[in-house]
């Protein structure tokens, strides 16, 4: 099925894809989020709208639909941690209803690693089992439960992959059945360390994965020698060399700390952009939506 | 088998608050091996309630007993006439032993001792570890004997998550992934093509999101 979402016709078309995301914060109130409205509209294609990866905070459904009323083009997130089969596919339709056309499945961080680490969880499918959910949805009409969806029902399927995730046998693995599901586009977990990336896109495009879908490759711009190594410590599917961590400390005050990280993920893009099989950037500016514009040049 | 773990004693003092006369019930099977409910246990436990009730200011009368097992009528019967001569029971039975004795004597209070925690074995000396949630519908044989559903936290059926590492799990540091492990083992036992047709969600109806699961083997009725 053809789809309709100017990033569903940029994959298309073969363009080169710059993504951002937008993590929303505990608030009811849009002026709170739409101070980052400017910078997101200048430049990325289409936005991640983050869903509650940290603990609540606005649905990323109703993100999604602020951004749309900016123009701004939606990835809605949605993680499989928090709803079941009946909500996860009943969001799905109000999404599609809200005009949303673009779909990014995930676990999602396991709730004990949330600020609501008292919090139950649903798991009731993984994240690939939601790719192939919403596939059948696309092509079929049909929900999990055989219901038929009336009218149309169109959403571009987007994966994330951990490049870092070893043994590389089991990730490429688990990136072919994303795909084999009805990914149509894959964001990376952050990339610091570029040969390792390098060696995983090479597998994914042995594999046949590059052709069959766009990878995006996840940047970061790290504030700060703490926020590095807070990271490091909490986040396993992140992969933080020692080597930045130490140019990061090496760079002095907390001001000259985060111009070097700006610096490392301006060399990261630079580094990888060109890399055979790759079709995107994808900005993971974690809640710092500022410092797109000047991460955004280094894309060109 | 059974995993469980005992209250605190200051639990325990809260939930007998009032009462006086308490048999402190052992049980012989499951709690018994993982050093929680057996009759090693009651004595224990016993001799801090006294102590411990006395500080409190109500001096618990407590008579000890175990017997082999608290979830069958049969082994119940030889705990009938210490039940009957104490005003509560204190199980230190699982959460099916404490409730087959309230069932059994419906008008005597029965309190659970311990924390029912889960099906596990003894990985070593006084280390228990999880192995099954009772899923009602077991896929061991799909992923080389080791369970996604009980041993990743996630319950991923189709692969690991992206916080997979290879020595340890995204949510507990000190536990390997369980993705890991039955990836080297079905890889070990030239079983990975297993790994890579998309298993569809699971029907959760014969786990306990189905309710309460009861079964019936008509051929043993009659």
């Known amino acids: 099925m053809t789809q309709d979402s100017k990033l569903a016709q940029a994959i298309e078309k073969g363009a080169f894809i710059v993504t951002a995301e937008l993590l929303p914060h505990a608030t009811a109130e849009l002026t709170v989020i739409e101070k980052v409205f400017g910078v997101l509209k200048d430049g990325p294609i289409a936005v991640n709208v983050a869903d509650n990866p940290h603990g609540p905070v606005l649905s990323s459904l109703v993100g999604s639909v602020a951004l749309i009323r900016e123009n701004i083009e939606p990835i809605y997130q949605l993680v499989t941690r928090d709803r079941n089969r009946i909500a996860l596919q009943s969001d799905l339709l109000g999404a599609a209803y809200l005009g949303i056309r673009n779909v990014l499945c995930l676990s999602g961080y396991h709730q004990t690693l949330t600020t609501s680490f008292e919090a139950g969880n649903s798991f009731d499918i993984d994240s690939i089992q939601l790719i192939a959910a919403i596939k059948k949805m696309n092509e079929q009409g049909v929900l999990l439960d055989g219901n038929r969806i009336e009218g149309r029902f169109s959403m571009l399927i987007g994966a994330v992959a951990n490049p870092y995730l070893a043994p590389l046998e089991l990730n490429i693995l688990r990136v072919t059945k994303k795909v084999a599901g009805g990914a149509r586009f894959i964001q990376t977990q952050a990339v610091f360390d570029t040969e390792r990336f390098q060696q995983w896109l090479e597998a994914a495009r042995e594999e046949g994965i590059t052709e069959k879908v766009a990878i995006l490759a996840g940047v970061r711009p790290l504030e700060s020698v703490g926020e590095a190594e807070k990271l490091r410590d909490t986040l396993t599917d992140l992969s933080i060399p020692e080597q930045v961590i130490e140019r990061l400390k090496a760079a002095g005050d907390e001001k000259a700390q985060k111009k070097e990280g700006l610096a490392i993920c301006r060399e990261v893009i630079k580094k990888i952009r060109g890399m055979k099989g790759l079709r995107g950037i994808h900005i993971l500016s974690g809640g710092k939506e500022s410092v797109l514009p000047e991460l955004m040049v280094a894309t060109k | ?222």
């Open chain 2, 1 to 222: 088998m059974i995993v469980a773990e005992r209250k605190t004693i200051p639990e325990l003092i809260e939930i007998l608050k009032g009462q006086k006369k308490v048999l402190v019930l052992g049980c012989g099977t499951c709690v018994t091996v993982c050093l929680a409910g057996g009759e090693r246990e009651v004595s224990i436990i016993s001799s801090a309630l006294r102590i411990a009730s006395r500080l409190a200011g109500f001096s618990l009368q407590i008579e000890e007993l175990t017997i082999e097992r608290q979830c069958d009528n049969v082994f119940i019967e030889k705990a009938a006439e210490a039940i009957e001569r104490n005003d509560a029971v204190l199980s230190l039975g699982c959460g099916a032993g404490v409730q087959a004795i309230a069932e059994r004597y419906p008008a005597k209070p029965v309190y659970a001792g311990l924390n029912t925690a889960f099906l596990g074995i003894l990985e070593e000396r006084a280390v228990w570890t999880e192995k099954c949630v009772a899923c009602g519908a077991c896929v061991l044989h799909e992923y080389g004997g080791i369970c996604p559903i009980t041993r990743c936290a996630k319950h991923m059926l189709n692969g690991p998550c992206g916080g997979s590492r290879e020595d340890r799990c995204e949510v507990l540091p000190d536990r390997p992934c369980a993705w890991q492990l039955i990836y080297q083992r079905l890889k070990g036992i030239g079983q990975l093509d297993r790994l890579k047709q998309i298993k569809p969600p699971k029907n959760w109806n014969a786990s306990i999101h189905g309710g309460l699961r009861v079964i019936v083997r008509e051929d043993h009725r009659i």
